[in-house]
């Protein structure tokens, strides 16, 4: 099966204020770049690691997901439901039996939806809340919703290159030219 693509775009109310409507048109235009490369992929091309890794397209989407839910999760909860999101590494990062692109990428719509009424609902991007315990974060360490969208907006574009060369290995194929 063969999986076609629409151009996200940004669902903000018309009352977005200009900081949050920016957020979420970089966001939006992120993972227009990460969702991209799948265009026309099977599901076999999109499970498929053409590289010297075991990166793919559909493990990349499937990543991407959970960790947008993940950070939602901590905006919304806390440190204790980032962790519970955060589910097997392994599985989080392939495509299994069972998976299709298709369905991986209807689940990331959702869960960039999500993130999306979160940035709208928000009362106050300088919100914070403290870090979980990890050697990647400083000991006591608090973010600002802010910087949880924006390094989202990081991860999200980091993941996109590697799609975006997953996808030429696979068949030529290259986002932009």
Same mark, same amino acid.
């Given at each position: 099966?063969?999986?076609?693509?629409?151009?996200?775009?940004?669902?903000?109310?018309? #009352?977005? @204020?200009?900081?949050?409507? @920016?957020?979420?048109?970089?966001?939006?235009?992120?993972?227009?770049?990460?969702?991209?490369? /799948?265009?026309?992929?099977?599901?076999?091309?999109? /499970?498929?690691?053409?590289?010297?890794?075991?990166?793919?397209?559909?493990?990349?989407?499937?990543?991407?997901?959970?960790?947008?839910?993940?950070?939602?999760?901590?905006?919304?909860?806390?440190?204790?439901? %980032?962790?519970? /999101?955060?589910?097997?590494?392994?599985?989080?990062?392939? %495509?299994?039996?069972? @998976?299709?692109?298709?369905?991986?990428?209807?689940?990331?719509?959702?869960?960039? @939806?999500?993130?999306?009424?979160?940035?709208?609902?928000?009362? #106050?991007?300088?919100?914070?809340?403290?870090?979980?315990?990890?050697?990647?974060?400083?000991?006591?360490?608090?973010?600002?919703?802010? +910087?949880?969208?924006?390094?989202?907006?990081?991860?999200?574009?980091?993941?996109?290159?590697?799609? #975006?060369?997953? +996808?030429?290995?696979?068949?030529?194929?290259?986002?932009?030219?």
């Amino acid at each position: 099966m063969t999986t076609t693509l629409s151009t996200p775009s940004p669902a903000t109310a018309p #009352d977005t @204020d200009p900081e949050r409507a @920016d957020l979420l048109a970089t966001l939006a235009k992120h993972r227009f770049f990460l969702t991209h490369p /799948a265009r026309g992929l099977t599901d076999e091309q999109a /499970a498929a690691w053409p590289l010297p890794s075991e990166l793919c397209i559909g493990g990349l989407v499937k990543h991407v997901t959970a960790t947008e839910r993940g950070w939602v999760g901590f905006v919304r909860g806390g440190p204790a439901e %980032m962790e519970r /999101a955060a589910g097997d590494w392994w599985a989080g990062h392939h %495509m299994l039996p069972g @998976d299709t692109l298709a369905g991986l990428l209807d689940d990331y719509r959702a869960a960039a @939806d999500e993130t999306t009424r979160l940035v709208l609902e928000l009362p #106050d991007l300088n919100a914070t809340r403290p870090l979980p315990e990890a050697p990647w974060f400083a000991p006591g360490e608090s973010w600002s919703v802010r +910087r949880v969208l924006l390094h989202l907006i990081a991860e999200i574009a980091q993941h996109a290159g590697h799609a #975006d060369m997953i +996808r030429e290995a696979i068949d030529g194929a290259k986002s932009m030219g």
